[in-house]
């Protein structure tokens, strides 16, 4: 069966940290670009970051640009989000995505939703003090 499965969210204070996981388990990201995305209560689903299939290549939000990382691993199958500086405002269930790369239609990253062949669960992300 082919899955994503996020974890690593929780409920932390303004300012502070959390990593966020995604393993992928019945294909390899070896060959899919990836991306996160969130949404909150009454907001659209938004793109936060993508990464390339070698995750040599990544895009930000301008709203995490500098405080968020993505990066991939390869050999754990493994995407992850190192979200710093967090505030209330980033609270969302946060989602992470795959897309093969011959379906990016020759870009090596997007952050376009419909653009993705598979999608995790979420994990909430909650911002508060």
């Known amino acids: 069966q082919l899955q994503l499965v996020e974890s690593g969210g929780g409920l932390v204070q303004p300012g502070g940290s959390l990593r966020l996981s995604c393993v992928a388990s019945?294909?390899?990201?070896?060959?899919?670009?990836i991306g996160w995305f969130r949404q909150a209560p009454g907001k659209e689903r938004e793109a936060v970051s993508c990464?390339?299939?070698?995750?040599?290549?990544?895009n930000y939000a301008d709203s995490v640009k500098g405080r968020f990382t993505i990066s991939k691993d390869n050999a754990k199958n493994t995407v992850y989000l190192q979200m710093n500086s967090l505030k209330p405002e980033d609270t969302a269930v946060y989602y992470c995505?795959?897309?093969?790369?011959?379906?990016?239609?020759?870009?090596?990253?997007?952050?376009?939703?419909?653009?993705?062949?598979?999608w995790g669960q979420g994990t909430q992300v909650t911002v508060a003090s």
């Open positions: 019945g294909f390899s990201l070896d060959f899919y670009a």
């Open positions: 995505a795959a897309v093969a790369n011959w379906n990016l239609g020759g870009q090596i990253w997007t952050m376009s939703a419909d653009k993705y062949d598979y």
């Open positions: 990464a390339s299939s070698s995750g040599d290549n990544t």
